[in-house]
C-alpha cells in the first residue's frame, strides 16, 4: 500500500470520526478543497444526517465530486 494511500484512509478515517463526534472544525480541516468520490460524499451524508449535524451537513454538500 502506497503511503499516498494510506494518507488517504487515514484522512476518511478521521473524517468519519470526527462527523460522528460532531466535530464541525475538524471536519472543515479534514475536507480541505480537495474533490471526492460521489459513493464516499453520499455515505459522509448519510453519517452526518444520522447525527443530525446541519453545519456538517453543509460543508460536505460543498464538497465537489471527482470525476
Known amino acids: 500500500m ?8 487515514a484522512n476518511f ?3 468519519e470520526t ?3 463526534n460532531g466535530e464541525e472544525d475538524s471536519v472543515k480541516e ?3 478543497k480537495q474533490p471526492m468520490l460521489d459513493i464516499e460524499k ?6 452526518a444526517n ?8 453543509k460543508l460536505l454538500e460543498a464538497v465537489p ?3
Not at 42 to 47: G, T
Open 30 to 32: 479534514l475536507l480541505g
Open 13 to 15: 478515517s478521521a473524517l
Open 65 to 67: 465530486i471527482k470525476k
Open 50 to 57: 444520522l447525527n443530525n449535524k446541519r453545519g456538517i451537513i
Open 2 to 9: 502506497t503511503d499516498e494511500k494510506k494518507r488517504g484512509i
Open 42 to 47: 453520499s455515505y459522509l451524508l448519510d453519517l
Open 18 to 20: 470526527a462527523i460522528a
